[in-house]
């Protein structure tokens, strides 16, 4: 069984690892096995008696839902997709990127009375976004290089994260909307923010004086 | 197409054999916790009609029910909540019965979750609820009655805290916002996200009174010990806020006085259902569950939805989660009983089977053996684990078994059958 007093904490692999990274190590917590990682698949900071795993983004929300792990730090996209309970407590102001809808040039998707087709990785983005809108679409789960769908032909337009337009801009491919911003976001587990109160809230305040810090970094 | 005979939906489970019996130890610890007060049994259908949890205030998604239809093609529902048709029969059926009223039950609810997330969908709820009287006392002694029933079930390391619905309603209304910035501030507040609440809060909020939205900001990070709710009594001077913090103080007060104050604590960043509850709200937790095992609150508006307006309070238990704590901690009872075998010819099942009744009297489990010959019997015995088998062939003689390593024996005179029950008792200790 872990320790009661242990705070674990999910990264999400990938490119909100890497930032995840330098934000804890700019708070003073020890990444040291993280960076160095070999085929380990926890890693363990003694000073501040945290441990670390790292899962795919999906994964992440499953883990903190069932308070297997206290803490995790995921993608707001993930947090739109999933359904679940957990308290978002922090944007790390990382990772930062937008959903949008893209489609070939030209494409009207208010035009006609035809339904119009939307290919996707996050279906239910997608769904509350048009439903917000009042606006009935036919939703197409792709699992990757979304882009291809309208390419040929399986849809109008998708519904994608866009980070620098670069992707879409060879597959000749243009944003039509911004559906929201995203960024990589802290969420804990109900049951672990009140049975270890002390030790969570401490390390999302040195989290935020590190965000706090590179704010005003960029801004001044 | 494909035949689901040997499968079972998803989300189900079968329970079995020391699962199974830990499980009904447990329902029946919850359930002496409630009779001893004075709660009344209650066991409502199973299948209700979908009406019944269909409306305002309805905390259950109308997706997360199993529908179904009855013969002339109204919706029913498999009951996705227990409180819901106790408001239901109290409302018509207990016209002339005199209030307050404690219910209590055990039942299972059926509700869909998202499959492959590791979530049952029939969830096994035991509960309380008190109806027909809104009191300190009735709010305090439902709060109470929840932290014995988990204690008496061996639960020790838990927390139980206590929120106020009234409190953010009466805050949230002065700062007149349209239901949708409502919602968002919800959602902040609910999720502790005080960084987002703070800079929404700057550029949405044009109209308030300072000390309400003074509270509001500080709603997030209000949970802790007792000293929050002093903390809170300062941020505000709404009204129907104060009374709020005092209703909570004065249950705590007495909560102190029983001598439970340690498995307090406070949220009151909790809103829950905002529509539902109207006063103290409350869950607990414990480690290595990532949910809550017990929530409850008080709902007075429930029943007048029904037809009369009475008060109410109470809280459910949710079985399965609380079990899979005892188990973390290592509380789960798999004790072995004394267990025994007695093998007979059929000549002798007279004498079998008084000879195990005396057995179970005296606590050990005897089975009576369904076999033809001793020699199958000893196997049998062997690949249960069941170390004693007595054999009772011959009228004035009684075998005793007792496997070490092999299957040793003894034999008795048929007239020494007490002295023998005490030789059982210590070959078994042994």
């Known amino acids: 069984m872990k320790n009661k007093n242990t705070v674990r904490i999910a990264i ?7 930032y995840a990274v330098d934000i804890f190590q700019e708070s003073g917590i020890d990444c040291q096995e993280l960076i160095n990682k070999g085929r380990k698949l926890i890693f363990h900071d003694s000073v501040n008696n945290i441990d670390f795993v790292l899962v795919k983004a999906i994964d992440v929300l499953t883990y903190v839902d069932h308070g297997v792990v206290d ?14 309970n957990y308290y978002e407590v922090l944007d790390l102001k990382m990772g930062k990127c937008k959903f949008a809808i893209a489609a070939l040039p030209d494409t009207n998707l208010n035009e006609g009375y035809n339904r119009k087709k939307i290919a996707t990785k996050y279906p239910n983005v997608a769904r509350n976004y048009f439903r917000g809108k009042g606006q009935d679409v036919e939703i197409i789960k792709i699992e990757g290089s979304v882009e291809l769908a309208p390419i040929l032909g399986l849809s109008d337009a998708i519904l994608d994260i866009v980070e620098t337009g670069n992707t879409l801009k060879e597959n000749g491919l243009v944003i039509l909307e911004e559906v929201c911003d995203i960024s990589a976001r802290v969420v804990v587990n109900i049951a ?3 049975l270890k109160r002390e030790e969570i809230l401490n390390i999302i305040s040195m989290l935020q004086n590190s965000v706090t810090v590179k704010e005003n970094l960029i801004a001044g | ?9 998803e989300g189900t ?12 130890r447990i329902e029946k610890l919850l359930r002496d916790s409630y009779i001893n007060c004075g709660f009344l049994d209650i066991i409502s259908p199973t299948l209700e009609f979908y009406d019944v949890f269909n409306g305002e205030n309805t905390t259950i998604a109308q997706e997360k029910m199993y529908k179904l239809f009855d013969n002339q093609g109204r919706i029913l529902v498999l009951r996705p909540d227990i409180t819901t048709p106790i408001a239901r029969i109290t409302a018509t059926k207990l016209n002339e019965a005199s209030f307050p009223i404690r219910f209590c039950y055990t039942s299972s609810v059926f509700r869909v979750n998202e499959s492959l997330f590791g979530k049952t969908n029939e969830v096994t709820q035991s509960g309380i609820e008190t109806i027909g009287i809104n009191s300190i006392k009735a709010d305090a002694e439902t709060i109470i009655i929840g ?10 390391d838990f927390k139980i805290e206590i929120g106020q619905a009234e409190f953010f309603k009466s805050l949230i209304e002065e700062l007149k916002l349209s239901g949708e910035n409502k919602e968002k501030i919800r959602g902040y507040v609910e999720d502790k996200n005080f960084i987002a609440l703070d800079h929404f809060i700057i550029e949405n909020v044009k109209e308030y009174s300072p000390s309400s939205l003074k509270a509001i900001k500080e709603l997030p990070k209000l949970f802790g010990n007792i000293e929050i709710i002093d903390k809170a009594l300062k941020l505000t001077n709404n009204r129907n806020a104060i009374k709020a913090l005092e209703n909570i103080i004065d249950v705590y007060r007495l909560i102190e006085k029983a001598g439970l104050a340690s498995y307090v604590t406070f949220d009151l960043g909790m809103i829950q259902h905002m529509d539902y509850y109207s006063g103290i709200i409350f869950r607990a937790f414990t480690h290595g569950v990532g949910g809550y095992i017990l929530s409850g609150g008080r709902y007075d508006g429930l029943i007048k939805k029904f037809g009369r307006d009475l008060p109410a309070i109470g809280f459910a238990i949710d079985v399965d989660s609380l079990i899979i ?12 009983d004394k267990h025994l075998v007695i093998y007979y010819t059929e000549e002798l099942f007279n004498k079998a089977f008084q000879q195990a009744v005396t057995f179970r009297e005296n606590g050990f489990v005897c089975e009576l053996s369904l076999f033809d010959s001793e020699e199958e019997t000893l196997d049998y015995a062997f690949n249960k684990n069941i170390s004693m088998v007595i ?16 299957w040793n024996h003894k034999d008795f005179e048929s007239k020494y059958l007490n002295n023998f029950l005490e030789e059982a008792e210590k070959l078994y200790e042994e």
């Open chain 2, 325 to 336: 704590a005892l188990q973390n901690i290592g509380h789960v009872n798999y004790k072995k």
């Open chain 1, 71 to 84: 803490i995790g730090i995921v993608g707001k996209d993930v947090l739109l997709e999933q359904n679940k």
């Open chain 1, 192 to 194: 672990s923010m009140k």
């Open chain 2, 1 to 9: 197409m494909l035949n689901w005979m040997r499968y079972i939906p």
């Open chain 1, 12 to 18: 999400t692999k990938g490119r909100i690892e890497k």
């Open chain 2, 391 to 406: 054999s009772l062939i011959e009228e004035s003689q009684i075998r005793f078994y007792k496997y070490t390593k092999k």
């Open chain 2, 13 to 24: 489970k079968d329970v079995l054999f020391d699962e199974c019996r830990e499980k009904i």
């Open chain 2, 147 to 156: 932290i014995n029933a988990l204690r008496n079930c061996g639960l020790k």
